[in-house]
């Protein structure tokens, strides 16, 4: 009989890791090679998308940012925290 080997949290996560990783390298060689004139006409089309969506003022990118300003109010009769930021 053979003892039963009872594998980590850590160990059996570590074994799909592997497993998944293996799988990923194999399916990546089976994938096939662009051609020059292939890259081409694919970088053709992105610019020709990028065109189109600064020719339409609702599909163009806007960068929201994360700013919040935010204090504590000294301790004493309120203590509340206030904070305003933009979405």
């Excluded at 009872?6 to 990546?28: G, H, K, N, Q």
């Amino acid at each position: 009989m053979t003892p039963e080997i009872e594998l980590t949290e850590t160990e059996l996560e570590a074994m799909d890791d592997i497993r998944f990783s293996d799988e990923l390298t194999a399916m990546v060689a089976e994938l096939p090679v662009f051609t020059d004139e292939q890259n081409t006409r694919y970088s053709d089309k992105m610019i020709m998308l990028a065109d189109i969506r600064n020719e339409i003022p609702s599909l163009k990118v806007v960068v929201v940012t994360e700013e919040t300003e935010s204090y504590t109010v000294p301790s004493g009769r309120y203590d509340y925290v206030y904070s305003m930021g933009t979405i």
